[in-house]
């Protein structure tokens, strides 16, 4: 049947055809009829399908993105506000250290 002069192709091709016709006899079909249903009806329709679905993926997967990113900056803007609020504690403390020091001091200096 092929005759590209490759032989891998001749044989693929050959045992493609062969499957068809032997399928088309069970369906009842004709080989035109089989191919018309692969190539022209099936085929597009699962290629169309599969476009949709990775455009539907594509999309999802890009939302998503956009949500962790958000939610990244949401987790490091409250961060910093508690990082924040550490330093102020910190330096209330180190404040009240200082005076508490002072006191002593001249308490001690005063005797």
Known sequence: MAKSGIYWIDVTFDWCVNFLYKVASLL?????????????????????????????????VTKLKRIIEIQKKEISEINEVELEEEKTNYLKIFGIIIIIFLILYFLESKN
Request: proline share 3%; net charge neutral; glycine share 6%.
């Open 28 to 60: 009842g079909l004709s080989y035109e009829e089989i191919n018309i249903w692969l190539f022209v009806i099936i085929g597009p329709i699962s290629l169309l399908v599969s476009i949709l679905l990775n455009f539907y993926f594509f999309k999802k």
